[in-house]
Each structure stands twice: as C-alpha cells, then as structure tokens.
Nanobody, 122 residues
Framework: QVQLVESGGGLVQAGGSLRLSCQAS????????MGWYRQAPGKQRELVAV????????TYADSVKGRFTISRDNAKNSVYLQMNSLKPEDTAVYYC???????????????WGRGTQVTVSS
C-alpha cells in the first residue's frame, strides 16, 4: 500500500505564498506521475498541477498558470506545490495524488492523501 501525507497548508492573506509538500510512504511501490488537486466547498475536485515521473513535463490548470509551480524529488518520493500570488478563489482543500505501481500485487493504483486546507483571506 501507498500512503500520501500532505503538509504546508494554512491561512494566508491574498498575495501571499504557501508551499505544499506531500510524501509517499509504504512498501513495494513505484510512483509514476504525481499531482495536486483541490476541492472548494460546493464544487467538484479539480486538477491543479501534474508532473511526470522524471519531472520533465508539467501541466497546470489555467487558473494557476504563472503563479503555482509543481516539483518533485524522486529520492524522497515527494511532490511539492509552490503557490505564489494567492487569491481568495484559491481557497480549497488541496489533495496530493500519485499513480503508483504496487509491485507485489502487480497493478497500478490511483493514490490520494487526506488533504490539507488552504485558506486565502482578502
């Protein structure tokens, strides 16, 4: 099994910055792509950013392009989200996602963290 634990959320004023971290742990797994999603109250969960295994390719939601940066450290099985110029509409629970191969079981699994709250005040 793979466990994902997020950290770094909190309350920040508009225009401020936060850095989210997520580390995967467990045994017998290989992680492929990793990403961040968010869900605001009353809305569906949406993609924020995704990064490929080697970090060579990233994808961002239009609403965060130029403000957020996703990165990863494969040695630490970790993914990060640097969020700058935060806006009140960025307020949401942010979830870490990893697409992982469970090597003993032999199948791929979409893994999720429990989420971390980001609140941006105006």
């Amino acid at each position: 099994q793979v466990q994902l634990v997020e950290s770094g959320g909190g309350l920040v004023q508009a225009g401020g910055s936060l850095r989210l971290s997520c580390q995967a742990s467990g045994s017998s797994f290989i992680i492929n792509k990793m990403g961040w999603y968010r869900q605001a109250p009353g809305k569906q969960r949406e993609l924020v950013a995704v990064i490929t295994t080697d970090g060579g390719s990233t994808t961002y939601a239009d609403s965060v392009k130029g403000r957020f940066t996703i990165s990863r450290d494969n040695a630490k099985n970790s993914v990060y989200l640097q969020m700058n110029s935060l806006k009140p509409e960025d307020t949401a629970v942010y979830y870490c996602n990893a697409y992982a191969l469970l090597t003993i079981a032999g199948w791929w699994k979409d893994c999720w963290g429990r989420g971390t709250q980001v609140t941006v005040s105006s």
